[in-house]
């Protein structure tokens, strides 16, 4: 089952992912609210939209913007809605 690890916590974890260019993403509801941070940053895909983002922290460490999601996908991006996606030091296991 895909995971979504930080910092050896698991962050994400669900058998019903998404692949998209190559990212797992996972249901929103598999992601651990406790650790999430609403962010300002906004970046614009041209064929999935404008994307959204959070931060982790926990203990002392941040991962700025390391989850994205669409709140509003354009048609051709449905599949994304209501999920998230991980870069920077977010590592996506099996």
């Known amino acids: 089952m895909p995971k ?3 910092n050896d916590l698991v962050v994400a974890e669900s058998d019903d992912t998404v692949l998209v260019e190559g990212n797992h993403y996972f249901p ?3 992601l651990r609210d ?3 941070r609403d962010s300002a940053t906004h970046t614009v895909c041209p064929w999935k939209g404008t994307a959204s983002y959070y931060s982790l922290e926990h203990e002392g460490s941040t991962s700025k913007d390391a ?3 669409y709140p509003e996908p354009k048609p051709d991006a449905e599949m994304v809605r209501d999920r998230v996606a991980f870069w920077k030091d977010v590592r996506v296991v099996d």
Request: net charge neutral.
């Open 34 to 36: 406790d650790l999430i």
């Open 4 to 6: 979504a690890v930080w």
């Open 67 to 69: 989850v994205w999601y």
């Open 28 to 30: 929103r509801s598999a």
